[in-house]
Every structure is written in structure tokens, then in C-alpha cells.
């Protein structure tokens, strides 16, 4: 499979941020998610396995994100496992009811699952067989997950010597109502109903022996009776009953415990039954069996997300060890909104305004220019340009007048600040200021988009300050931040290049504004190099950083302050507008 698949995922994580609501990061090793937001590691480029686990854990992650009420509580571990499988599977119908794309993603995952084995039940573990039958049988059904459909059919020929036939048929016509799901709460109750179905059956069970034990012992002593002494019938007057009992009627009210363990059965640790040599042996094995289905934990399966998010783990652990972080560039931290970092008052815009009032109109001049239509000489035309005809005689054809066509400037440009810790104090509020001026000027200029982001934000996110689509005067008091963490400008690459991926515009720039070292210089490179080759010019703008924004940038400037602004600015896209 081609490497932009996995290429995409930041986009697509960025786009379901969007289109659905739910908040997804790229970042790291680890898949989960806590409720709202959901975590996807950073994966190999070109690998079709990660693609088909990583989408298809998104899917169902956003299916609980929007669906899932979390509020509600199980009883037992085997409760939880339960409805967790019949919850999986109402959220998936309705993910796929909205979105038809998601069926499809889901159905690759649940087919890659059963390939690895993921859902089959360990022989010596009823209650996996148990779930995994109803796992299986009801995706099979409700959501046309054909994969599954061996496993269930597997499953269900071996439960009834398990459980009797009755028990399995009372469950499955329960689970015929699974596709009518609507709520969290009723995937629960369904569940809280397949189990009480068991527990009836065990107390049934339970009951069934004493009685049969009665019995027995009624007759025995019934038959006692008639094969006595007819003399017997009579007693004599003044001896009571109970002195004439004999040894067989003393058996027959109490009968003694057998002491021969070959007679009955034997249990191991875990409640699963032996082999042994009495007739009872599989009553009671069935009756340890179905113990064990409700009282053990089953642990993590049938829980899909959980199954998905050990691979997807284990993929990106594994390609880290063989290739290096540096490898792992696909990275999306996500977005922050401006006012939960806000702290303080922004900048004053007419002052910055003020202050970079040449920057405006020399850029303004440049770009005029690069605008302009020249006219040089041709081989063809219709037009003789009189100042070229001496070339003639030399043989040189281009004597014909043709004019240069220039395209409109039609360029996005990112911006990235640098607040980490390091920049706090003058470098903060020189940064502030020189952002916004940037996002100001450029945004007035024609054929130019631009869009400002912060970095870092909680856990590592972006913070956008200006997007796309909106101008510095309407966005100005998201400047009103304060510096605070490290430098993870990789995650903050990271974001742009998602940015960027989704714009339509012929040329793409993105300017970072920092002070110094970022945190894993080996990983911004590998990024810095993606962005490069996907077509992405990169600028540095160094904040009092003594000149080490070199070391990352090769069109690179430096200011102390921002009356040096126009003049580096100047120099940065007078170079990248003039090529």
C-alpha cells in the first residue's frame, strides 16, 4: 500500500475534529481514549496493517465519543464484558447508519482481527467461548461482518454440550434483539438479561440434584418397608416405633456421605471440571462451567478497542525500535482554543500597526511588482519587437514580442510562535507583537491567506490564534498569552503540515517565530524535510536567539526588536515572492 495512506491519517484526524465533533491527537505510542478526546500513535508510513487498525479504531473510538453514555455502571467483570461487546456494536450501526464509510472501515478491522485470531476463544475458557459466540454472531448479523461468521457457527455447535441446548436457545433468541439497540442503558440491560438467564439455569441446577437425592431415598425406603417382616406391620402394646427401628431405616433417614473420591467429580483452581469415573461427573462439570462463566473476569476480550489499541501499540513500538523516532513524522497534535492559555491583555493592534506601517507598504510594492507583465523576445508571435532585430544577422530567431503571463501571488502562509518557557519576559512580548503584525500586514495583502498558531498548548496541541478565513482585527485577543512549557516544535510541524495538506493554494510558506533549541532536534528535521518535499517553504524568524534558528532554516533572519521587523520580514518573502 502506498505510504499516503498513512500519510493521511493526520488529515483525516483533523477532518473528524471537524465533521463530527470529536478531538483526535496523533502523537506518541500509546492508543486510547478518556471520553471527549481520542489518541492515535504516531505510525510507519507504507504500512497497510496500521491503516485498516488505525482507521478503524477511530471509527469506533468516535462511535463511543458520540454515542456512548459513560455514566452508566456494570455489576460484575462479566457484566462489564458483556455489554461492552453489545454497546460495541449498537454505536458501529450507528456510525455506519451516518457515516457509510465507517461500515467499511469497520468491517476491514473486524475481518484483520479474526485473521490475527483476535477473536477466537482459548479451548479451556468457557467464558471467552461465551462471549466470543455472541461477539461473533451478532456482528456477523447486525453488521454484516461476514469474517466472523465461522467463528460463530463454531462457537454455537459447541456451547449446547456446554450449557444444554434450551440455555443457548433462550440466549440467542435474546440476542435477536441487539440490532433494536438504542441507548447505552439498553445494551445494559440486555446483558444484565443473557446473565440472568445463566443464573437461573445455575440455581436450577443446584436444585435438581437435592430433589432427585429425595427421591431416591423415598423409594429406597418405601421398598424397605414392603420387603419387611409382615409381623412387623403390628406393634406390640408399649414398645415404641422407634425401638424397632432397623440398620436399613436408620440408611434411609440418614444416609451416610460416600467416601470413594473416584465417585465423584473433581474440580481444578479454576473451577473447570475433571474426568472422572461417576455418573454425575458431567452434571457437575456443566455446573462448574457455567460458575466460571459468571464469576471470572474475562479480561480484555471482545473489547475491540482495547484489542485495537494493543496493536496499533505494538506497530508503532516496534517501528521506532527498528527505525528511530526521526521516522515517525506522521504526528497531529491537535488545537487548543486561544482563550483557555489567554492570560493578560493582546497586544494593541493600532500601535503594532503603527509600528510596521513601512513592512505593509513595501510588501504591498513587492508584490505589485512580482505581479507585473513583462514583455521579452520570442521565436514565435505576431508582433516584431523592433529593439531585437540586429539579432538576425547573427541567426537568432527571438525577434517576435511576447509577453510574460504572471500568476497571481495565490499563497497560504502559516505562522508559528514560539511561547515555550524559555521566551517569557521581552522575547514573549516581542514575539506577541511581531505575530500579530504579520498576521495583520499579510492578511491585507491580495492573493496571500494566512493563519497563526501558538505551540505549545496542553499536550502539546496548537494553539490557533488567526485561522484561515479571519483577519487579525477580529482575532487580536487571542495574543493575550503568556510563555509556559518546552519547545515541541515537532508536534507544532506537525500541525502545520496537516494545515497545509488541505489547502488549495499554488504556493505554501510557513514561517516559524522561536527563540532556540526545540526538543528533539533529530525529529524536526525529518518533519522539516517532509514539509520540503511536499512543496512547503520554510523560514525561520529568530526571537533574540543568538543566531540558532540557522542551524534549522536556510532563509532564516534574526530581530532584537520589532523595529527590525519590516526589514527582516522584508528580506524573508522578498526572496521566497521574487523566485
Keep these: 500500500m502506498n505510504s ?67 455514566s452508566v455502571r456494570e455489576d460484575t467483570p462479566m457484566h462489564k464484558a458483556l455489554a461492552n461487546i453489545l454497546e460495541d456494536i449498537r454505536i458501529e450501526q450507528a456510525m455506519g447508519w451516518t457515516y457509510p464509510g465507517c461500515a467499511a472501515n469497520l468491517r476491514k478491522l473486524a475481518e484483520h482481527l479474526a485473521h490475527e485470531g483476535a477473536f477466537t476463544p482459548s479451548a479451556n475458557k468457557p467464558e471467552q467461548l461465551f462471549l466470543g459466540w455472541i461477539l461473533a454472531e451478532c456482528r456477523s448479523r447486525v ?78 425406603c418405601s421398598d424397605q418397608e414392603q420387603k419387611g417382616d409382615p409381623q412387623n406391620d403390628q406393634e406390640p402394646p408399649g414398645e415404641p416405633s422407634s425401638a424397632k427401628s432397623t440398620p436399613d431405616d436408620q440408611n434411609c433417614a440418614d444416609p451416610p ?16 471440571s475433571e474426568t472422572s469415573g461417576s455418573a454425575g461427573s458431567s452434571s457437575d462439570a456443566g455446573k462448574a462451567i457455567m460458575k466460571r462463566i459468571l464469576s471470572k473476569d474475562p479480561g480484555a476480550f471482545g ?33 487548543q482554543l486561544a482563550k483557555e492559555v489567554a492570560c493578560g491583555s493582546p ?29 521579452c523576445a520570442g521565436r514565435l508571435g505576431r508582433l516584431v519587437d523592433h529593439r531585437t532585430l540586429h539579432r538576425l544577422p547573427a541567426g537568432d530567431p ?12 495565490n499563497t497560504a502562509v502559516i505562522v508559528l510562535l514560539d511561547r515555550s518557557g524559555s521566551m517569557s519576559g521581552p522575547r514573549m512580548e516581542l514575539a506577541r507583537r511581531t505575530v500579530l503584525a504579520l498576521a495583520d500586514v499579510l492578511g491585507t495583502i491580495p492573493g496571500i491567506s494566512v493563519a497563526t498558531g501558538a505551540f505549545p498548548g496542553k499536550a ?3 494553539v490557533s490564534m488567526t485561522p484561515f478565513g479571519r483577519t487579525a482585527s ?55 524535510e517532509k514539509l520540503e518535499s511536499e512543496g512547503v517553504e520554510l523560514m525561520g524568524l529568530g526571537i533574540l536567539d543568538q543566531g540558532t534558528t540557522r542551524h534549522l532554516f536556510a532563509r532564516h533572519r534574526t530581530v532584537q526588536s520589532l523595529s527590525e521587523l519590516p526589514e527582516a520580514v522584508f528580506g524573508l518573502f522578498q526572496e521566497a515572492l521574487t523566485e
Excluded: C
Design 303 to 335: 473489547d475491540l478497542g482495547q484489542m485495537t489499541a494493543d496493536a496499533l501499540q505494538a506497530a508503532s513500538d516496534q517501528a521506532v525500535k527498528e527505525n528511530g523516532m526521526e521516522s515517525m513524522t506522521g504526528i497531529y497534535p491537535g488545537e
Design 143 to 220: 453488521l454484516k461482518q461476514s469474517a466472523l461468521a465461522p467463528i460463530a457457527q463454531k462457537a454455537r455447535g459447541t456451547l449446547p454440550k456446554l450449557l444444554g441446548a434450551v440455555l443457548v436457545d433462550q440466549v440467542e433468541t435474546l440476542l435477536k434483539r441487539v440490532d433494536g439497540l438504542s441507548t447505552t442503558r439498553q445494551a445494559h440491560d440486555l446483558a444484565k438479561e443473557i446473565l440472568a438467564l445463566l443464573q437461573q439455569a445455575q440455581r436450577q441446577s443446584q436444585q435438581k440434584p437435592t430433589e432427585q437425592k429425595e427421591k431416591s431415598q423415598s423409594s429406597s
Design 347 to 375: 497586544p494593541d493592534l493600532h500601535q503594532v500597526r503603527h509600528e510596521t506601517v513601512a513592512l505593509r507598504s513595501k510588501l504591498a510594492r513587492l508584490v505589485q511588482a512580482s505581479k507585473l507583465k513583462r514583455s
Design 474 to 528: 477580529q482575532t487580536k485577543e487571542n495574543y493575550a498569552m503568556t510563555a509556559n512549557g518546552g519547545t515541541p516544535l515537532a508536534q507544532a510541524l506537525g500541525w502545520a503540515r496537516v494545515q497545509m495538506a488541505v489547502r488549495q493554494e499554488r504556493r505554501k510558506i510557513l514561517l516559524v517565530a522561536t527563540d532556540g533549541q526545540p526538543s528533539n532536534p533529530g525529529l524536526v528535521r525529518a518533519l522539516l
Design 4 to 70: 499516503i495512506f498513512i500519510r493521511s491519517l493526520p488529515v483525516v484526524a483533523m477532518a473528524m475534529g471537524d465533521k463530527m465533533g470529536v478531538k483526535v491527537r496523533i502523537q506518541g505510542t500509546q492508543a486510547m481514549t478518556d471520553g471527549s478526546t481520542i489518541y492515535l500513535p504516531v505510525l510507519p508510513e507504507g504500512d497497510e496493517s496500521a491503516w485498516i487498525l488505525a482507521r478503524g479504531y477511530l471509527d469506533h473510538e468516535a462511535g463511543h465519543v458520540r454515542h456512548t453514555d459513560f
Design 460 to 462: 502539546g496541541a496548537v
Design 257 to 272: 456421605e460416600s467416601g470413594s473420591n473416584d465417585s465423584r467429580s473433581r474440580l481444578d483452581t479454576d473451577g473447570i
Design 398 to 409: 527571438r525577434v517576435f514580442r511576447r509577453k510574460e503571463e504572471k500568476r497571481a501571488i
